[in-house]
Every structure is written in C-alpha cells, then in structure tokens.
C-alpha cells in the first residue's frame, strides 16, 4: 500500500507520524547522515550556537528523541565552564542546569537514553527525558530559559498549538529555535533539490531501512510545510518578538527564532 501525504486525514496524522518514526527509530542516525551527507550535524551546532546555552538554565528541546540536540547543549555549557574554571574537574560542571528532551515516540526516547548512556551521560541529573506532545507540554507557564525544535515541528499535526505551548512554557526572555526543512528557492538548485528528495531519499530509505514508504512520507511533508515567511508569520502570531530566520545551504534548511517578552 502507498499512501500520499494528501490523503492522510488529520487525525491518522499523529498515528501515521508515530509509525513512521518507530519504523525509523533504529535506522535513525545512520539514514540522517546518509541523507543530508552528514550537514545534519553542522546545522544542529548551528541551533545550539543561536541558542547560547549558559550553565543554570532550564531547557526543553522537544520532538529531541535522539538526544542530538540535548548532549549539543550539555557539551556547550560543560566545555565553556571548564574554560572558565581553568580546572579538568568534571564534577557539578551542569550545576541546576536542567536540559529537557520530549517526545511523543518512546522508541525516539529509548535510542536517545541509550545514546545517553554510551557518551557516559546516563548519571547525568541534568539530562531528563520524558515522553509528551508538543501540543499539549506537561511543564508549567513561564518555566523555560529555552526552547529547542529540530526537525521535529513539521511532524506536529496543528503547528500553531506547538507554537502556543512553545510561548506559554517560555520566561519572559526565553528563546524560540526552530530548525526544519524549509524551501529552496534558487533556480537549478531548486530542481536538482527535488529530484534528489523525490527520487534519492525514498530509494535509500528502500534499501538502507526496508522501508520505502516512511522516506517517502518524510519527502511529502517538507513539500507541505509553510514556507520560510508564512512560518515566521506563524510564529509571530503566537506572540513572539523579534521574529527571525536564516537560510542554510539556500534554504534546505532553516532556522527560525524569536523571543518572549
Ligand atoms: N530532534 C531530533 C533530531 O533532530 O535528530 C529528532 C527529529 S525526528 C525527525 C522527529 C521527532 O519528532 C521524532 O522523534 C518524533 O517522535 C517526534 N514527534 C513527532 N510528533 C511529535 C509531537 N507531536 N510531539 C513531540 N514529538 C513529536
């Protein structure tokens, strides 16, 4: 059976985003580097580096399954407290500092811990995971220093009620970062990126995860995200300040911000 992004009535959305990425979790890492040639990570440093992690603070990275952007955040904040304690101690370096990784998926959250664990992590109090809907976050209002998106929002069955939760759970002075697959617009590039995504990426997911139809998912729903200014303007409107974005390798990626005030 195939399906088209089309047919998929909102309330199969969640489901279908579900099995998709139980059906990918195992595969995760290796499809991720073979897909974007290993940028996936450059593009999560980038995020990281918008967002100027500090030791202390409260974070929730959400749709974070595999931890990518969480152990980014940790490092961040581990190597610039040694730098500035001139010392090799390990101990307490994370200090209160809270990092919060949520995910609807459990199985996204189980490769995650295990990840957590091979980088020696698993005893860190800092690192907490915990299984939620960006829709519906289970953290109070005005809680969060930062908020961290990768990848993840263009899976949310109503995008403007994850951006609603984004903002409630925010402090005042808290960060919005968004990174997603966005929109090339530049000719030639443009064409050569569709037949990449259209024809490259279902056949590798075929062959590398035995699973054609997930990839092909995955494709369709780039195609349907808003484009770079409709989403600012959605970011706007749920209440945000200062609303930005920035193109990376022209447009396959973008990250957007804004603050709350
Ligand atoms: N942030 C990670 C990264 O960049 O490698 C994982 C991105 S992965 C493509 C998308 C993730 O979004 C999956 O782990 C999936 O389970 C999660 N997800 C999908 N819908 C969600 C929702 N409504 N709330 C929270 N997480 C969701």
Not at 89 to 111: A, K
Not at 150 to 162: D, M, Q, S
Not at 219 to 239: C, L, N, T, Y
């Amino acid at each position: 059976t195939s399906f088209g992004y089309q047919e998929v009535r909102e309330e199969e959305k969640s489901q279908l985003v579900g099995n998709v990425f139980t059906s990918v979790a195992s595969n995760y890492d290796l499809m991720n580097d073979l897909m974007s040639a290993g940028l996936h990570r450059l593009w999560k440093d980038r995020l990281v580096s918008k967002l100027n992690p500090f030791p202390g603070m409260k974070h929730l990275d959400v749709a974070g399954g595999t931890g990518d952007v969480a152990f980014r955040i940790i490092d961040t904040i581990n190597n610039e407290k040694r730098q500035a304690l001139q010392d090799s101690f390990e101990d307490n370096l994370l200090e209160d500092t809270q990092i919060y990784v949520c995910d609807i998926n459990p199985n996204m959250l189980n490769v995650g811990k295990k990840r957590a664990e091979e980088r020696g992590l698993s005893e860190v109090r800092s690192l907490v995971w915990v299984e939620g809907d960006a829709e519906a976050l289970n953290f109070e209002d005005n809680s969060m220093d930062g908020y961290t998106i990768a990848f993840g929002i263009r899976n949310v069955t109503h995008i403007e009620k994850a951006l609603a939760e984004a903002h409630r759970v925010l402090k005042r002075g808290g960060r919005f970062l968004c990174l997603e697959l966005s929109h090339v617009d530049v000719p030639i590039f443009k064409e050569l990126y569709d037949m990449y995504s259209f024809s490259v990426i279902p056949a590798v997911g075929d062959i590398v995860a035995g699973d054609r139809e997930s990839y092909q998912y995955l494709v369709e729903s780039i195609r349907h995200f808003p484009q770079q200014e409709k989403f600012a303007s959605m970011i706007d409107d749920a209440g945000f300040q200062k609303v930005q974005y920035e193109n990376l390798v022209g447009g396959v990626v973008a990250i957007h911000s804004g603050l709350k005030f």
